[in-house]
């Protein structure tokens, strides 16, 4: 486990959800850290809430100034920053049709060019500072599509893209520069994703281990991309999704029933045992055909 005492981390998106749990996290952990969010009643209460060590800063990382400005201030007052982890971000979800110009201008906005704009402060600031990691907060629909996600999920390819030319361009200088992709988690934000409570659950049963992340869960991630216990990790992409977009669920979890009969001609090669074997799991009854005819085990 990283200990961060004496380093100094810039936080954005750091008054809710998983920038929150990073700020508390890294304060635990022993850094001085400057959590921006905008200035709105979560700042207020994280400034109520959180250790003098932590710097609230109110700002939106739409505009470059604004930006530019919270990072003096936190350098300033904090000491040099050794890393950077952009969490701010916002979701919308609209059926294309029905997205107007002024909605996709405000998605991109924050998640794209926020991020650029946090992304060029930061190579500044770390290049200057002999080196440092970099890390922007995608999502698991930066590799997946959803229904509804147009504005969101183009912003977060755009971030997986993004990180991928910064890790080349400032390796050289020290800077690592790694993205990280959330799946479904537990916070504020996703309390307005949902229209009720079996559209959440239906949602829930889509994640092979069966819940959504805790902010905390996706914290440790952060953090370890920003310690130096990543030191030889850059220009990739950390997925902390419960395994949802890794893997397929398709197979029926009860398997008493044999659904069908199935023939398999070429059972015995290569991708014919595949395919055998998948279809016996999913408790079909298969027969393999092959040159010398054998028959598949009856399916457990
Ligand atoms: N919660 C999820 O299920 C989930 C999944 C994948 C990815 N993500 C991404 O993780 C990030 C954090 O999400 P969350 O769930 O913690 O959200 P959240 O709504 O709980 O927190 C969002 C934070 O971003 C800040 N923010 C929003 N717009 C800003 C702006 N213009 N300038 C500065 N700060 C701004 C808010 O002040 C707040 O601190 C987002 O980029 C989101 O897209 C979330």
Redesign the pocket.
Known sequence: MHDFTGRTVLV?????????ATVRLLLERGASVAA???P?R??DEACATLPGRALLIG????NADEVDEAFTRAESELGPLSGVFN?????RVMPVAATTDDLWAAVVA??LT?TFHVARAAARRLSDNGGGSLVC?????SLVGQAGYTAYTAT?GGVLAMCRSLAAELAPAGVRVNSL?????D????AAEFANEEERARDQASVPLKR?AT?QEIAHGAAWLLGDESSYVTGTNLVIDGGRTGTFLSRPESRSEPMSSVLVTGGAGFTGRHIVTELADAGHRVVSYNRDFLESPDPT
């Open positions: 954005t998106g750091g008054t809710s959800g998983i920038g929150l921006i969010g905008l709105d979560q700042l700002a939106s990382v739409a969490a701010a971000g916002i979701s924050v998640n926020g907060i995608a999502s698991e629909l977060k992709s959330p799946g479904t988690t916070t504020p934000m996703l959504f902010p």
